[in-house]
């Protein structure tokens, strides 16, 4: 198994440009999510879902947009680029269960850079 | 107030010491609990989940305190390859959004 994959590894953008990270999955996992890291922030959750054509806001949405169409694969997409976005994305991906210590898989992540 | 909060440290211990974390959520409702180890410049894995009773995993003790909200993690005899920055990270029963990371405290072990 690959597990979580994630491309590119890194971007450099201009502002106002858009783009997709691409992420997937072949662990058949319903879980999928997305999170950003900034210095001193930790992680915080972009979008998420649980299942395909199922989709939520996490804690910092505005400027991202997400799609599951399926079970395997859950991009991001940067409508327009702003500087603030500069940050490492991580993906995720677990099972789904209430009150189960279920481990989330992350992706190697993308070094975004926005000039 | 930050949901998960931690000592961001660093924390600059020698080998064969022992070192323990804090953590303290704002959450009642919080129902599983998790430490994760992320390497500089890697993606956070699991290192262990934190049962109510407390549970052990070779090196590694982990602690949970309800009633003060707080968890620990306890590292004994450190490891130069223990150095890295573990995370603490707690799930919402029955929160589809599952888990909310602290921002994780950095532990170097020095030879």
């Known amino acids: 198994n690959a597990g979580v994959t994630q491309t590119p590894k890194f971007q450099v953008l201009k502002t106002g440009q858009s783009m997709t990270l691409q992420c997937a999955q072949d662990m058949n996992h319903e879980y999928m999510s997305w999170y950003r890291q900034d210095p001193g922030m930790g992680l915080r959750l972009i979008h998420y879902s649980v299942g395909a054509g199922i989709t939520d806001q996490g804690e910092v949405p505005n400027g991202y947009n997400v799609s599951r169409s399926t079970t395997e694969d859950f991009p991001l997409r940067l409508l327009s680029a702003a ?32 000039l | 107030r930050k949901e998960v909060e931690q000592d961001p440290g660093p924390f600059n211990v020698p080998e064969g010491a022992t070192v323990a974390f804090n953590c303290t959520y704002s959450n009642s409702a919080s129902q599983s609990f998790f430490w994760y180890r992320q390497d500089c410049r890697k993606e956070p894995k699991l290192l262990m989940s934190v049962y109510s009773s407390g549970n052990e995993d070779g090196r590694f003790t982990a602690q949970l305190n309800r009633a003060s909200q707080y968890i620990s993690l306890l590292i004994r005899d450190s490891k130069l390859s223990d150095s890295a920055t573990y995370l603490c990270v707690v799930n919402l029963e029955g929160s589809a959004r599952q888990l909310t990371f602290g921002s994780g405290t950095q532990l170097t072990v020095l030879p």
Request: glycine content about 12%; charged content about 10%; overall charge negative.
């Open chain 1, 83 to 114: 500087p603030s976005q500069t940050s490492v994305y991580f993906c995720a991906s677990s099972h789904i269960g209430t009150g189960e210590y279920n481990e989330q898989f992350f992706g190697p992540g993308t070094r975004l850079t926005v």
